[in-house]
Nanobody
Framework: QVQLVESGGGLVQPGGSLRLSCAAS????????MRWYRQAPGLQREVAAT???????TYAESVKGRFTISRDNAKNTVYLQMNRLQPEDTADYFC?????????????WGQGTQVTVSS
């Protein structure tokens, strides 16, 4: 059984920063691509950032230059450093990963962590 557990969400003022973490646990071989998605109230879930096992990153235009995704392969953990947060960044943030188990690549989701940007 594989689990992705996010942490680090909360309430922050506009212009502030938060760091999200997502740790994978369970019996698996390795983790391929890791992603952070977000879903604002009433909107569709969208990908905010992705990172390959080798550290190649991509970002949504809306977060580019403000968010940084990183990972620690030894800890099976992905991070999202969010700076200069704005009210429009308010959303539930979800970790997502492609994980190799028994020769098969499967996709997993975390339960989400809430980020609220408000004064």
């Amino acid at each position: 059984q594989v689990q992705l557990v996010e942490s680090g969400g909360g309430l922050v003022q506009p212009g502030g920063s938060l760091r999200l973490s997502c740790a994978a646990s369970g019996n698996f071989f390795s983790i391929n691509i890791m992603r952070w998605y977000r879903q604002a109230p009433g909107l569709q879930r969208e990908v905010a950032a992705t990172i390959t096992r080798d550290g190649v990153t991509t970002y949504a235009e809306s977060v580019k230059g403000r968010f940084t995704i990183s990972r620690d392969n030894a800890k099976n953990t992905v991070y999202l450093q969010m700076n200069r947060l704005q009210p429009e960044d308010t959303a539930d943030y979800f970790c997502n990963a492609d994980i190799w188990i028994g020769g098969r690549l499967s996709n997993y989701w975390g339960q989400g962590t809430q980020v609220t940007v408000s004064s």
